[in-house]
Every structure is written in structure tokens, then in C-alpha cells.
């Protein structure tokens, strides 16, 4: 039979289906153009067939050992629906995915994993442990692109990158070399955030802060007397939450102006337990009403303390080794834990009575991200970037230019505001890390001469004294270096498809570079620049408040300051606008669960995106994000929503097999439908059915406010049109009308029915385009059933979207016409309804109604009598016009615009007497019996007292219901006639 669908809906036996299928035929994939006037960018819908416009979006790389959550769901339910859409209307469409190598996550990983297998990352060895997670990555990496495409994201899997490509470690090269090269590079020793047990340094951003109830220990810090190495017996008091960063002391700070200290001006202290002779030092930094108003200072350990030290010139005496145990400079403390030290130290002190005081304390103590860590800030050497040039064009690209136009558009428009306020207070960007998984930073140690050669290939010799003794920089650089990259490093940058292009930052399983490469430092030459020019800039980034600074504000920076050295395509230099990695960013909100608590795995509360796709299907979970997405508002992720939108679906379903069954049947009486096109000549148009016109009509406005919302990311209100259109217009109103109209008996009149059948088939299938970036395997399926699996294109993704189309003058004001009619229909068969409802009118039965109506409405009524009779169930319907001097005995609002309409149904009910009067009793007996268990609780001073307020206002409710009924039973049972 064609038109095949199984009776009941389920998701997951389709779902796999087309998700596959979508894949394996490559569905979604982007060629890069061969023309340039194949494509124009900017953000205008194409205006012709030659110009299309280009629309790019960058998948935020998920981490290679991530797995998939309701976050990234959401993120790519909203960029999914974008991409469908912009496809469906015609545009160049490109999405593209790729993960993350993620390096502390994933070194900890296998990490983890070499331990359990009783060895370690250090006894490997460099090499042998970077092989490891290579070979991890083969395994196991990017499960969640397998997820995505399960859940169907419609990306190009032929351009699906890895950060650790080649092609991308290549220009990851080229970015260090060429930012050293002008200068924005350099090393030094600088207070970093370090944890002591990835053993790395990690940014500001990577440090997440938490309360802790600590301590505040006091500390008497002998005065030295004028003679210098005796004491004075005079002390100073310093205040420390580490006490045992004081093994580090190289002075005490005091404002130069607090009168407490005057007489100490130039003297020097004892350090207690180490017996450093430390200076007292001058400083307006410190302030005088905090604490003692005097400061140790740890230049090694405290970033404040670190600038104070560059000021007055005090040596930085690191206490700590990369495990934070006590090194050789704590003295009697070495070897020892952090923690351990503190307690001895404090005891020590304790004993030589030098600790003034202990102090409960709130701390504000920064963890690790990754292993939440306590993380000790520590000097050490580090690769830094200069980031203020780079910093500068990134805030010009946000703010308005001359012409009041933003290069970059945030929505919400709020965000902009706490990137700008970031990057102009920024800091130079720590870009080294202390891990083997990662792209090694390409600098090379010369023991000869003690230079550093920074180069494209690595080198055999030192550039500066030509010796053989160098050593790489063993460090690698922070992840969110090469991710900063990739809006330039998708489309080739920097060779652009260049064969001569040097193999370097390989798994060590691969051969390792050619010597013929070697000393080759020239950058390579491009050749083939389509992609770039065709997708740069892309055209917008969706994603999550959490990476701003991270990701989005790194490819910002990183993509205007090398895009900007590319010229246009016809050689003239590239301006700002065109040198942005992207034109808009659009930050989503978080999924928080059913009562707006933040998901967490702590909480338990954890929704996993799989397990309810499972249940309910993708396309129901993917609808529920939608209908509660628009900017700026979480959404607090309800499956009761999800289970009412796997109605939604079911109805479709059913609504699709009953338009099979029909054009079954039309087939059997020889009347064939082509689907997608409506049999009724234009020509007539108002003498076309007044539900037809207004179907046509709905769909029409309806495509135009889905386009309309989604052009302003209200991804809820496209939803919800979607959903009311199919609902409360197409089955609530259309198909109860049609339904008349589709005869199959001997004596009907095919051509009606065909027409009635043809138009009923091009409303449904423009629907299913009209949902299918919102359901996409739903949609899929049925359409192409409805095409007997012939379908004009390979996936409905693929077809036209339904586009507004601005009806001529004439034909607007039939349509306007019939919508009025509608509405009049539709009130009028609500209002006979209603009636027989108040009435209690058995549901089959058929009764006599009488309306009294002024114009139009008692001429659209009288033109419909006979749908009005089906659905209202009358069996004799007469119409009273009434005149305009009546009018106003009909104050309802509502029926202003139809003209005020009076119903009167006539209906006497037949009911049996001696049943009714065992009924009303019954009730009454049951009513009463309430009554009194609820009176005797209210009674009670005991319960009241400690019910909470909310059960005693229920039960005064229900009390107040019981009566009423009650008095209603008995108001009946008294009316009821004598047997
Ligand atoms: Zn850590
Ligand atoms: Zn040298």
C-alpha cells in the first residue's frame, strides 16, 4: 500500500532511520564554491537565484572526552533550527563540527587510567604517555559528535576538524611564530595560579573560588635594634591566612604616613623560625585601617605581594615545589606538605611566643577547575602574550562606528557590556602550561649561548650561535590558544590548501617530519583561498555564557589580528568589519530543572539529553527547548512538557494517516492529488470554501511570524505558532470542516472532493516543511510517505521553507473576508456547544436552536447552516436577523466586529425520576458526611494550630465546594416531580 505509515508513532524506530540515513548521504555538506559570485555574504536573504548568502556557523568544539548534556543539547537544538531554516530558504549553509584535545581534561584522564594500570604518566615518559592518549582518543574521543549525530544536528561531517590536525597545529604554529616575531611574545617570571596537582599553571579563568570557614593567625615579627643583628624587643604584627608562606618573607610593607610606625622608618625585622634579616618598606598600596596596618610580603606567593616586590626590588624567594611541598628554602619546614607545614609552623610560633592571636575567618579560597584543587599562587617562568594591541581591535569591533554599525552584534545585548568591561581591563595572557597533551610550544633552548630560536620547522641549530645544544620548550600551550584560532584555522589559514606544507606536532605513531623541511622558514604560500573567502566571517556563534572570556573573546582577538593581514579578494586591504571572526553572538541561557535549580551532579538533579530522547523521542525533546528558548531566560526543563509534545507528535502522526486514508480512497474512485499543489483555479478565488481561504490564510501569516521570531531568536514564539497553527487551526477547524467534504460514495461529486482533498494535501505538506527544523525526523518520515518515497528532494531539509507570499489587493481582501467568516463560524459553533453543555444535552443527541444575529454575521451563518448543524449536532437551526436599533441589547465585546448574535437551544430533558431521586439522596448523604469531617477538623484548635497555613486554606475551600453542592443536590432533589 503507498503512503505507508505503522499505526502508532514511535520516535526511536524512525529516528535512527533518518539520522543515519541524513549521514551516510552526506546531506549537509558544504563544497567549497567555485565561483565568487556563487556566494555573497553578509546577512540579507538572497535577492536573486545567483546570489546566495552565506550562512556560518562554528560548532563551540566540544571537549574530546565530553560527553553530551542537556546544555550542549540546547545549544544545538537552537543552532540546528537556524541552520534547517536559513537552509530551507535558500541560503549557503555551513555548520561545522569538530572537537577539542582539551588538554588538562584529557591528560588527567589517562592520567587516571595509567595509574590504574599501576604505573605512572612520569615512568612512561613523554612520549609514550602522549602515544597513550593518542591512541585514547582513537577509542574513545568525541563520543558527543556521535551523539550529535544521532540527535541528527545537520553539520558537515566532511569538515569535521580535530584542534590537533595537522592542517591546525600548523597554523597554530604560525600564530606563536608570527606573534613573537612582532613582539606580543615573551617569557618571564610572573605569579601564575598553580595547581599543585596537575602540576600546571592554569588561567584566572580556570580558578573557581568557594568559601571556606579559616583562620586568620597573627604574627610578632621582631624589630631588629639600630646596631643591626640584636633585637630591639619591639615588634610588629602582621596578619596571614598561609602562614606558611612566611617561610618566603622578604619584607613588611607599612603606609608610609601611619603615625604607629614613624619611629620605624628604615629599621629591619627578624623573620621568626627562618632568621632572614627583612626591611621594613614604605608603600601608600597598604592601608592603614586594615588589620595592623602592617604587611608581610611574599613576592614568591601572592600576586599583590609579586608587584610590591618589582616596586621596592625584594628578592622572590620560592618556598614550594610543583607539588606544593616545602623545597629547601622553608628550612626545617622542607619536605613537608603545605598543610602540614602550616600546623607545625603555627605550633612553633605558638611555642616561642610569637603568635599574637588566632582569628575565626571567611576565605575566599581559589580550586582548580579541572580536580578542584587548592590552588597556590606561585612565581615561575611562563609564555606570556601582549595582549593590549590585540585587546584594542577587539573593542573596536563591539562598539559603534563612525556610522554608528557594530562589526559584532551581541544578543542579548547585555553580554556586550561584560565583554567590555573584560577586555579593557585585561591582563597579559599566560599561555603556557605545564602538561605533555598539547601543542608544544615551538621554542628552542640554546645551552651554548642561552638564547631562544622560535621557528616555523623545528630547527637544528641555534639562530643566534649557530650551535647543536638546543632543547625544546618542553611546556605546551593553554587549549583555548588553538580554539582562539579556529575561526581562521577551519578555512585553511595559513597556507590555504598549500602542498608545501611541513608535517609537524604529530602522534609519535606517525613518521616524524621530513628533513627536507627542515630550515625552511618561510611561511607557505597559499593556493586556494574559496573557503575563506566564501565563509569569512561566519555569521554567527551560538553559544554559552561560560566561554565568553575563554573562547569567545580569545577568537575575537585571534581572528581580526590574522584575518586582517588577509587582503580581499581583489587585494585591497581587509577592514575591520570583514576581519571579525564572526558578525553576531548569540549567548544562550542555561536548562535549569523543573523548579529552576541549577542542574548538578552533586544535587542530583541531572537530566541526561540520551535517556529522555529515549523515552519521548528527539523530536518532542528538541520541541520542548525551543517552545521556553528566547534570549536572556533560562529554561527550567519540564518532562511533563515533553510528554504533551509527544502528543504533539502523535497528532501529527494520526493527522497524516487519516490524509492517507483519504487519498486512498480518492485512489480507489479514481480521483488523483498531486501533492504540493492546490486543483482550484486562482481565478475564483472567493468562491473558494470559506475554511480553504482561511487555512491558506492562517498558513500564510503563520510562515511570516515563524520567519519573523526566528530572525529574533524567539525560538519560543516560532514553537508555539507552529504548535497553535497545527493544533487549534489545522485540526481543531480545518479538518472537521473538510471532513464534509470528502466524499467517496458512487454519487459524489469527485471533482469536489479531489479539490477539497488537493488542497487539505498542500496545507499538510507545507506544514511538515513549515515544523521540520523544529521535528526534523518526524517531518521527514511522513513526508516521505506523503511522496510515496518519491520525493522531490533527497530529505524535506532540503526543500523550500514556507515563505510569506503577499497576496494580491484583491485577493487580501478575500482573504480578509474569510478569516472574518471563520471567526464568526467558530464562535457560533463554540456558543451552540457551550449551550447544550449548560444544558447537559447528551452528546449524540440533536436539538432545535434558534439564533438571532445582525449583518454580516447572520449572513455567514445562514451561508453555512449545514456545517454549523454537523458540528453543533441541531437538527433544525433557524436564523432571526434582528435590526441595528437591537444592537445594543448585546453588550458582549466580543461579538462587536461579527455583530452581536443571540442563541436560544431548545432542549427538554427526559430524565427517570425514581433514578434521579436514588441519585440526589446518595449525594446528598455524601456531601453531608464531607461536610462534617471537615467542619470537625476546622474545629480542632490542635490541628490549626499546627497545620501549615496552606492545608487549612485548602480544606476551608473544600468545605466551601461541599456546601454549595450539597445545597445544589437539595435544591434539586426538591424540585424533582412526584413519581
Ligand atoms: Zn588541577
Ligand atoms: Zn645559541
Known amino acids: 500500500m503507498p503512503h505507508d505509515l505503522p499505526k502508532a508513532y514511535d520516535p526511536t524506530a524512525i529516528e535512527d532511520r533518518w539520522a543515519e540515513y541524513w549521514v551516510r548521504e552526506n546531506l549537509f555538506a558544504q563544497p567549497t564554491p567555485e565561483t565568487?559570485?556563487?556566494?555573497?555574504?553578509?546577512?540579507?536573504?538572497?535577492?536573486?537565484?545567483?546570489?546566495?548568502?552565506?550562512?556560518?556557523?562554528?560548532?563551540?568544539?566540544?571537549?574530546?572526552?565530553?560527553?553530551?548534556?542537556?546544555?550542549?543539547?540546547?545549544?544545538?537544538?537552537e543552532s540546528d533550527i537556524l541552520i534547517r531554516w536559513r537552509r530551507m530558504r535558500g541560503d549557503r549553509v555551513l555548520w561545522i563540527p569538530g572537537t577539542d584535545h582539551a588538554g588538562i581534561a584529557t591528560q588527567m584522564l589517562v592520567e587516571r587510567q595509567v595509574v590504574s594500570e599501576g604505573t605512572t604518566r612520569q615512568q612512561?615518559?613523554?612520549?609514550?604517555?602522549?602515544?597513550?592518549?593518542?591512541?585514547?582518543?582513537?577509542?574513545?574521543?568525541?563520543?558527543?559528535?556521535?551523539?550529535?549525530?544521532?540527535?541528527?544536528?545537520?553539520?558537515?561531517?566532511?569538515?569535521?576538524?580535530?584542534?590537533?590536525?595537522?592542517?591546525?597545529?600548523?597554523?597554530?604554529?604560525?600564530?606563536?611564530?608570527?606573534?613573537?616575531?612582532?613582539?606580543?611574545?615573551?617569557?618571564?617570571?610572573?605569579?601564575?595560579?598553580?595547581?599543585?596537582?596537575?602540576?600546571?599553571?592554569?588561567?584566572?579563568?580556570?580558578?573557581?573560588?568557594?568559601?571556606?570557614?579559616?583562620h586568620l593567625w597573627e604574627i610578632r615579627y621582631p624589630v631588629l635594634g639600630p646596631a643591626g643583628g640584636s633585637l630591639s624587643g619591639e615588634f610588629i604584627t602582621v596578619a596571614t591566612t598561609r602562614p606558611e608562606t612566611m617561610l618566603g618573607d622578604t619584607a613588611v610593607a607599612i603606609h608610609p604616613e601611619d603615625e604607629r610606625y614613624l619611629h620605624l622608618h628604615g629599621k629591619k625585622l627578624r623573620l621568626p623560625l627562618i632568621g632572614r634579616e627583612i626591611p621594613i618598606i614604605l608603600d601608600d598600596w597598604v592601608s592603614r585601617e586594615f588589620g595592623t596596618g602592617a604587611v608581610k610580603v611574599t613576592?614568591?606567593?601572592?600576586?599583590?605581594?609579586?608587584?610590591?616586590?618589582?616596586?621596592?626590588?625584594?628578592?622572590?624567594?620560592?618556598?614550594?615545589?610543583?607539588?606544593?611541598?616545602?623545597?629547601?628554602?622553608?628550612?626545617?619546614?622542607?619536605?613537608?606538605?603545605?598543610?602540614?607545614?602550616?600546623?607545625?609552623?603555627?605550633?612553633?610560633?605558638?611555642?616561642?611566643?610569637?603568635?599574637?592571636?588566632?582569628?575565626?575567618?571567611?576565605?575566599?579560597?581559589?580550586?582548580?577547575?579541572?580536580?578542584?584543587?587548592?590552588?597556590?599562587?606561585?612565581?615561575?617562568?611562563?609564555?606570556?602574550?601582549?595582549i593590549k594591541p590585540l585587546a584594542e581591535k577587539a573593542i573596536a569591533a563591539v562598539k559603534p562606528d563612525a556610522e554608528g554599525k557594530k562589526a559584532i552584534q551581541f544578543t542579548p545585548e547585555q553580554?556586550?557590556?561584560?565583554?567590555?568591561?573584560?577586555?579593557?581591563?585585561?591582563?597579559?595572557?599566560?599561555?603556557?602550561?605545564?602538561?605533555?597533551?598539547?601543542?608544544?610550544?615551538?621554542?628552542?633552548?640554546?645551552?651554548?649561548?642561552?638564547k631562544i630560536t622560535v621557528a616555523r620547522v623545528d630547527p637544528t641549530a641555534c639562530a643566534h650561535c649557530g650551535s647543536a645544544q638546543i632543547t625544546q620548550e618542553t611546556d605546551v600551550l593553554d587549549t583555548w590558544f588553538s580554539s582562539g584560532l579556529l575561526p581562521v584555522s577551519v578555512f585553511g589559514w595559513p597556507n590555504f590548501g598549500a602542498t608545501n606544507v611541513p608535517q609537524i606536532l604529530r602522534a609519535p605513531s606517525i613518521p616524524l617530519p621530513s628533513a627536507e623541511w627542515v630550515g625552511d622558514h618561510e611561511p607557505p604560500q597559499p593556493t586556494n583561498r574559496a573557503d575563506f573567502d566564501a565563509f569569512y566571517p561566519t555569521s554567527l556563534l551560538v553559544t554559552g555564557f561560560d566561554i565568553l572570556f575563554f573562547w569567545v573573546a580569545r577568537m575575537i582577538m585571534l581572528g581580526i589580528w590574522f584575518a586582517q593581514d588577509i587582503p580581499e579578494e581583489d587585494g585591497s586591504p581587509r577592514t575591520l568589519a570583514e576581519s571579525v571572526p564572526f558578525r553576531e553572538v548569540y549567548i544562550h541561557a542555561l536548562v535549569r530543572d523543573a523548579n529552576r535549580e541549577k542542574m548538578s551532579k552533586t544535587k542530583g538533579n541531572v537530566i541526561d539529553p540520551i535517556e529522555i530522547v529515549k523515552t519521548y523521542g528527539t523530536d518532542a525533546v528538541r520541541f520542548t527547548l525551543a517552545s521556553m528558548a528566547s534570549p536572556g531566560t533560562d529554561i527550567a526543563f519540564n518532562i511533563a512538557r515533553t510528554e504533551g509534545y509527544r502528543a504533539f507528535a502523535n497528532k501529527i502522526w494520526n493527522a497524516a494517516r487519516f490524509l492517507f486514508q483519504n487519498l486512498e480512497?480518492?485512489?480507489?474512485?479514481?480521483?488523483?492529488?498531486?501533492?504540493?499543489?492546490?486543483?482550484?483555479?486562482?481565478?475564483?478565488?472567493?468562491?473558494?470554501?470559506?475554511?480553504?481561504?482561511?487555512?491558506?490564510?492562517?498558513?500564510?501569516?503563520?510562515?511570516?511570524?515563524?520567519?519573523?521570531?526566528?530572525?529574533?531568536?524567539?525560538?519560543?514564539?516560532a514553537a508555539n505558532l507552529i504548535y497553535q497553527f497545527f493544533w487549534s487551526e489545522f485540526c481543531d477547524w480545518y479538518l472537521e470542516f473538510v471532513k464534509f467534504r470528502l466524499d467517496f460514495n458512487e454519487t459524489?461529486?469527485?471533482?469536489?472532493?479531489?479539490?477539497?482533498?488537493?488542497?487539505?494535501?498542500?496545507?499538510?505538506?507545507?506544514?511538515?516543511?513549515?515544523?521540520s527544523p523544529f521535528m526534523p525526523?518526524?517531518?521527514?518520515?511522513?513526508?516521505?510517505?506523503?511522496?510515496?518515497?518519491?520525493?522531490?528532494?533527497?530529505?524535506?531539509?532540503?526543500?523550500?521553507?514556507?515563505?510569506?507570499?503577499?497576496?494580491?489587493?484583491?485577493?487580501?481582501?478575500?482573504?480578509?473576508?474569510?478569516?472574518?467568516?471563520?471567526?464568526?463560524?467558530?464562535?457560533?459553533?463554540?456558543?451552540?456547544?457551550?449551550?447544550?453543555?449548560?444544558?447537559?444535552?447528551?452528546?449524540?443527541?440533536?436539538?432545535?436552536?434558534?439564533?438571532?444575529?445582525?449583518?454580516?454575521?447572520?449572513?455567514?451563518i445562514k451561508k453555512h447552516l449545514s456545517i454549523i448543524k454537523k458540528l453543533a449536532k441541531i437538527d433544525d437551526l433557524e436564523i432571526v436577523f434582528f435590526s441595528e436599533r437591537e444592537r445594543g441589547k448585546f453588550a458582549d465585546l466580543a461579538w462587536q466586529?461579527?455583530?452581536?448574535?443571540?442563541?436560544?437551544?431548545?432542549?427538554?430533558?427526559?430524565?427517570?425520576?425514581?433514578?434521579?431521586?436514588?441519585?440526589?439522596?446518595?449525594?446528598?448523604?455524601?456531601?453531608?458526611?464531607?461536610l462534617a469531617a471537615a467542619e470537625r477538623q476546622l474545629g480542632n484548635e490542635g490541628f490549626l494550630a499546627k497545620a501549615p497555613a496552606h492545608i487549612v486554606e485548602g480544606l476551608k475551600k473544600q468545605e466551601a465546594e461541599t456546601r454549595l453542592l450539597l445545597d445544589k443536590a437539595r435544591a434539586a432533589l426538591e424540585a424533582l416531580p412526584p413519581n
Open 36 to 77: 565568487k559570485s556563487e556566494t555573497s555574504k553578509g546577512r540579507e536573504a538572497p535577492s536573486g537565484p545567483d546570489a546566495q548568502s552565506a550562512f556560518t556557523i562554528l560548532l563551540p568544539p566540544p571537549n574530546v572526552t565530553g560527553n553530551l548534556h542537556m546544555g550542549h543539547m540546547f545549544e544545538h537544538a
Open 124 to 214: 612512561l615518559g613523554r612520549e609514550a604517555f602522549v602515544a597513550r592518549v593518542w591512541q585514547w582518543r582513537e577509542l574513545y574521543g568525541g563520543n558527543i559528535l556521535k551523539q550529535m549525530k544521532r540527535l541528527g544536528a545537520s553539520v558537515d561531517w566532511q569538515r569535521e576538524y580535530f584542534t590537533m590536525d595537522d592542517n591546525l597545529s600548523i597554523a597554530v604554529r604560525e600564530a606563536f611564530v608570527r606573534l613573537y616575531e612582532q613582539g606580543l611574545i615573551y617569557r618571564g617570571a610572573y605569579i601564575v595560579n598553580w595547581c599543585p596537582r596537575c602540576q600546571t599553571a592554569i588561567s584566572d579563568l580556570e580558578v573557581v573560588y568557594d568559601e571556606h570557614k579559616g
Open 299 to 386: 613576592p614568591a606567593h601572592d600576586p599583590n605581594d609579586f608587584a610590591l616586590g618589582q616596586r621596592h626590588h625584594l628578592p622572590s624567594i620560592n618556598v614550594m615545589d610543583e607539588t606544593a611541598l616545602i623545597n629547601n628554602e622553608g628550612g626545617a619546614y622542607a619536605g613537608l606538605d603545605r598543610y602540614v607545614a602550616r600546623k607545625r609552623i603555627v605550633a612553633d610560633l605558638e611555642e616561642q611566643r610569637l603568635l599574637a592571636g588566632v582569628k575565626d575567618h571567611i576565605n575566599n579560597i581559589g580550586h582548580c577547575d579541572r580536580c578542584r584543587t587548592v590552588v597556590e599562587p606561585r612565581l615561575s617562568t611562563q609564555w606570556f602574550v601582549k
Open 415 to 450: 553580554y556586550e557590556k561584560t565583554y567590555l568591561n573584560w577586555m579593557e581591563n585585561i591582563y597579559d595572557w599566560c599561555i603556557s602550561r605545564q602538561l605533555w597533551w598539547g601543542h608544544r610550544i615551538p621554542a628552542w633552548h640554546c645551552a651554548t649561548c642561552g
Open 665 to 717: 480512497k480518492a485512489n480507489e474512485i479514481g480521483v488523483r492529488v498531486s501533492v504540493g499543489t492546490i486543483s482550484r483555479s486562482a481565478f475564483l478565488l472567493n468562491e473558494w470554501p470559506t475554511e480553504e481561504l482561511w487555512i491558506l490564510s492562517r498558513l500564510n501569516r503563520t510562515a511570516h511570524d515563524v520567519s519573523l521570531a526566528l530572525d529574533r531568536y524567539r525560538f519560543d514564539d
Open 748 to 771: 459524489a461529486n469527485k471533482n469536489a472532493t479531489g479539490e477539497a482533498l488537493a488542497t487539505l494535501t498542500y496545507v499538510f505538506e507545507s506544514f511538515l516543511r513549515l515544523l
Open 777 to 860: 525526523f518526524i517531518s521527514e518520515e511522513i513526508w516521505h510517505s506523503l511522496y510515496d518515497n518519491e520525493p522531490p528532494r533527497k530529505s524535506i531539509a532540503l526543500a523550500v521553507y514556507p515563505l510569506y507570499v503577499q497576496p494580491a489587493e484583491f485577493d487580501q481582501i478575500t482573504f480578509n473576508s474569510a478569516e472574518a467568516a471563520m471567526q464568526i463560524l467558530q464562535r457560533t459553533i463554540i456558543a451552540l456547544r457551550a449551550r447544550r453543555k449548560e444544558l447537559d444535552v447528551d452528546e449524540k443527541s440533536l436539538v432545535n436552536a434558534k439564533i438571532t444575529a445582525g449583518t454580516p454575521a447572520a449572513g455567514v
Open 897 to 930: 466586529s461579527a455583530g452581536p448574535i443571540d442563541l436560544f437551544v431548545e432542549h427538554e430533558k427526559q430524565i427517570d425520576v425514581p433514578a434521579e431521586r436514588d441519585r440526589l439522596t446518595k449525594d446528598i448523604a455524601k456531601y453531608e458526611k464531607g
